[in-house]
């Protein structure tokens, strides 16, 4: 029993520190950043319509705080990263007692369309990170505004976002989440790397994260678009977007060959060795991991402090 559970002890370390060792490569292709507009007048390398407003000194404004409004800004190309990490900061405010429906973040293989899903098609190939702070259930109320994980195949197997029930089948998690009317813009980020999905959230004006959801084992298509759209309906506020970071997650594939290849020789070796090898894994992989990320630290730190500060 105790070899068993040192074993799981060095898998898990091991799995955290292929989750760990890599570095963060900027796409500007990808990222939306201050001033918004060109000095040709240009926005470069996404698209934008229906009630979106660019104020180029101020935010990305999907819905202004008028009901029935939807808005959207989709990137024309798509990237074929296998793993990637963005981050965006936004805000949700308003003053009326009425208020919603809320706002998406979409890394899907379709270009934009109309639709139910926050202003978006609700049948989609990808992923959705939802922000919605309107129950259109009255069971759900009192866990609103909440943060929603929908995962669609663009087919019938994976049915639609279904707005009447507030997402339906095709969330695959949910939580409450304080992110209307807040002192300071929230951030959120999303990162996938090797099939694990995490989602963090952060509310406090600060790098303070909080880990919301954790999907392991997830499948995700390549060539996809990223994209926001929001809707107002009876309900109303106004959804802006301040900026988003796209990056391209760079692994030491060398580093995942080896920790791969000792994670699998680990099941077949004497109780001595496991004993060994614990220790060794514990203390080799942790100065491995500090070491990746002081350096991936001070590589991505002037990228952010340019894109996510006027």
């Known amino acids: 029993m105790i070899i068993k559970l040192k074993l799981l002890l060095i898998s898990a370390c091991i799995s955290s520190a292929l989750s760990d060792n890599f570095k963060t490569e900027y796409s500007p292709a990808f990222s939306i950043a201050f001033p ?43 990237f074929a990263w296998e793993n990637w990490e963005f981050v965006f900061q936004f805000k949700i405010t308003g003053d009326s007692k009425l208020y919603g429906d809320g706002f998406g973040f979409f890394l899907v293989k379709e270009p934009f369309a109309p639709g139910s899903c926050f ?51 095709i969330v695959i998690a949910r939580k409450p989440a304080n992110i ?7 951030k959120a980020k999303l990162r996938y790397v ?39 309906g009876q309900a109303k506020d106004m959804h802006e977007i301040i900026n988003l970071i796209a990056s391209e997650v760079k692994i030491d594939k060398e580093f995942y060959a080896s920790t791969v290849a000792m994670q699998e020789e680990m099941t077949a070796q004497p109780r001595w060795i496991v004993w060994l090898v614990f220790g060794a894994v514990v203390a080799g992989i942790g100065f491995v991991v500090y070491r990746k990320r002081a350096g991936a630290a001070g590589d991505g730190a002037e990228m952010y402090d340019k894109v996510l500060n006027k």
């Open 36 to 78: 918004y507009i060109t000095a040709a007048s240009e926005f470069p390398n996404f698209q934008f319509g229906l009630s979106t407003i660019i104020d180029s000194n101020e935010s990305i404004v999907l819905t202004p705080d008028i009901p029935r409004q939807t808005g959207y800004v989709w990137s024309l190309d798509q």
């Open 119 to 169: 202003g978006a098609s609700p049948r989609f190939t990808g992923l959705a990170l939802l922000f919605d702070t309107f129950p259109n259930s009255d069971k759900a109320r009192k866990d609103f505004p909440q943060l929603q994980l929908a995962v669609g195949d663009g087919a019938n197997r994976i049915p639609e976002y279904k707005h009447d029930t507030d997402g339906g089948d």
């Open 180 to 186: 209307r009317n807040l002192a300071t813009t929230t």
């Open 194 to 232: 090797h099939q694990k999905l995490e989602v963090f959230l952060s509310t406090d004006g600060t790098d303070k994260w909080e880990k919301v959801f954790k999907v392991d084992n997830l499948t995700l298509p390549k060539n996809l678009h990223a994209g926001f759209s929001a809707y107002t």
